[in-house]
Each structure stands twice: as C-alpha cells, then as structure tokens.
C-alpha cells in the first residue's frame, strides 16, 4: 500500500526537464531496464535504468539509488523534499539501474557494518566465495562470521547472518541466525537459528 507523500520522480534531463517517471512507495525495483517513461513501452526502447539525469522525492521519501541492478554498485541517499538537478553532481548521471524507496528512515548499512567489526578486536576481514566475512579465534577454536543480509520494508529490518565454525576441508560446521527488528530496535520476531553440523562437532 502506498504512503501519502512517499514518492520519486525522475526526468530524463538535467533540471527536471524531458521525459519523466513517477513512483509511488514504499517500493523497491531491482532493474529500472522493466520500467519506461510515462506514456511509454517496450516499443520505445527507451529503459528508465542508465538515463535518469534528475530527481525530486517527496515529503515522506527516503530514496537510495545505484549504479547496478539489484541495489549494488555506486549508491546515493536522497532525504524528503529534496531535488537534485544534476546527477552528473554525484556520478550517477544516466547511471541509476535500481532504486529502494522507504516511507521511514532507512537503516544505516554502513553503520551497522563497523559495529559488527567492533564486536570483533583483532579479527581478519577477508571473503569467502565472494562473501566479505571476518575470521577470529576462539576458545582454540577458528570461526568465521558473514556480514549480516539486511532488507527493509517500512518500519522492519529483516537480518540473516551466516556463521561458520572452521573444520578444515569440506567439513565446516555452519549455522544461519535470522530475526526481525524495528526501526526503533524491537525484536518484531524472535531469533531463530539453523544449524548444518558435522558428525562431533
């Protein structure tokens, strides 16, 4: 359901001039290349994604565009009321592929992240098949701890988080942590765990 003022606009020019393409949120669009300006389709061969050169949100917006598909890539937090004229400003003129739209202030990521470092001193940041990841010991034991999967929707942040207890070979205990919090940090659902475990662990 949408919420009153939560919105983006977006104009294929510099100064919210040319073609436009409003939405209307809470909506998040992996691939702006399924979208097309207003009044337009498949025939025009015009996608939203890589030529957005302007925008303006409204007052109940939080918008987060990127670079990539998929919310990756380069990325820019837009606050309520705001209007950027050129996006050539940030980088990402004609280089928006995908975008999130929040009716509530998002989560910081990047916060969330250096928090999640501080909880392990002296641990080593490395990645795992592509994943970054921290590895620390403890107990005499070696561990390795994914960073946490976050989606919002509205006011929830759902968590994943992805731990291994390292074995050698192909052996590796791994564990999966999930739970549900709001924006003011309340658990809305309790942590549950799942455990893959090797024989003696």
Same mark, same amino acid.
């Given at each position: 359901?949408?919420?009153?003022?939560?919105?983006?606009?977006?104009?294929?020019?510099?100064?919210?001039?040319?073609?436009?393409?409003?939405?209307?949120?809470?909506?998040?669009? %992996?691939?702006?290349?399924?979208?097309?300006?207003?009044?337009?389709?498949?025939?025009? #061969?015009?996608?939203?994604?890589?030529? $957005?050169?302007?925008?303006?949100?409204?007052?109940?917006?939080?918008?987060?565009?990127?670079?990539?598909?998929?919310?990756? =890539?380069? %990325?820019?937090?837009?606050?309520?009321?705001?209007?950027?004229?050129?996006?050539?400003?940030? =980088?990402?003129?004609?280089?928006?592929?995908?975008?999130?739209?929040?009716?509530?202030?998002?989560?910081?990521?990047? @916060?969330?992240?250096?928090?999640?470092?501080?909880?392990?001193?002296? %641990?080593?940041?490395?990645?795992?098949?592509?994943?970054?990841? $921290?590895?620390?010991?403890?107990?005499?034991?070696?561990?390795?701890?994914?960073?946490?999967?976050?989606?919002?929707?509205?006011?929830?942040?759902?968590?994943?988080?992805?731990?291994?207890? $390292?074995?050698?070979? =192909?052996?590796?205990? #791994?564990?999966?942590?999930?739970? @549900?919090?709001?924006?003011?940090?309340?658990?809305?659902?309790? $942590?549950?765990?799942?455990?893959?475990?090797?024989?003696?662990?």
């Amino acid at each position: 359901m949408s919420t009153a003022n939560c919105y983006v606009n977006f104009w294929e020019n510099d100064n919210k001039d040319g073609r436009t393409r409003t939405f209307n949120g809470p909506i998040q669009i %992996s691939n702006l290349s399924n979208y097309y300006y207003a009044g337009e389709n498949e025939n025009f #061969h015009n996608e939203l994604d890589d030529s $957005i050169s302007s925008l303006s949100t409204g007052s109940q917006s939080w918008l987060v565009v990127y670079s990539d598909n998929d919310y990756q =890539g380069k %990325s820019l937090a837009v606050n309520p009321n705001t209007t950027i004229n050129k996006l050539s400003d940030y =980088g990402l003129d004609n280089d928006i592929a995908s975008f999130q739209l929040f009716d509530q202030k998002p989560v910081d990521y990047a @916060k969330i992240t250096s928090n999640f470092l501080a909880l392990y001193p002296g %641990s080593d940041e490395t990645t795992r098949s592509g994943d970054p990841c $921290i590895e620390f010991y403890a107990q005499d034991a070696q561990y390795r701890i994914y960073y946490p999967t976050i989606q919002q929707s509205g006011n929830v942040v759902s968590f994943q988080l992805n731990l291994d207890h $390292i074995r050698g070979g =192909g052996s590796d205990d #791994h564990a999966v942590v999930t739970f @549900k919090m709001d924006t003011a940090g309340n658990f809305v659902e309790k $942590i549950t765990i799942t455990y893959d475990m090797s024989s003696g662990a």
